[in-house]
């Protein structure tokens, strides 16, 4: 029902920021819950940051809080993820994600969301 492309990752020194787009096609991209979720080499995927159809309510996970903001303009059917003080630990594969009807308590679930995105790979390194 929607499909995802990710643009806006790429190499940043620490302490530096990257904004990602996300950019969706097909049904009632306003009616969707979006989430960024990564993944470095080893390791599960983690939840990110998630927001709700409306824009009205986000969530982010302790290690992003403060750095990280989620936005979304669904005039043009795009999520961001604006990414400042990065580290090195932020380095990973970086998804976007979007689920219908994902209630509260799911948002931070992988498996509530339905639709992905490629990943975008994110570089934190001098």
């Known amino acids: 029902q929607v499909q995802l492309v990710e643009s806006g990752g790429g190499l940043v020194q620490p302490g530096g920021s990257l904004r990602l787009h996300c950019i969706a096609s097909?049904?009632?991209?306003?009616?969707?819950?979006m989430g960024w979720f990564r993944q470095a080499p080893g390791k599960d995927r983690e939840f990110v940051a998630t927001i709700r159809s409306s824009g009205g309510h986000t969530y982010y996970s302790d290690s992003v809080k403060g750095r990280f903001a989620i936005s979304r303009d669904n005039t043009k059917n795009t999520v961001y993820l604006q990414m400042n003080s990065l580290k090195p630990e932020d380095t990973a594969v970086y998804y976007c994600?979007?689920?219908?009807?994902?209630?509260?308590?799911?948002?931070?679930?992988?498996?509530?969301?339905?639709?992905w995105g490629q990943g975008t790979q994110v570089t934190v390194s001098s």
């Open positions: 994600a979007a689920g219908a009807r994902i209630i509260l308590s799911q948002v931070t679930k992988s498996s509530a969301y339905d639709h």
């Open positions: 097909g049904s009632a991209f306003s009616r969707y819950t």
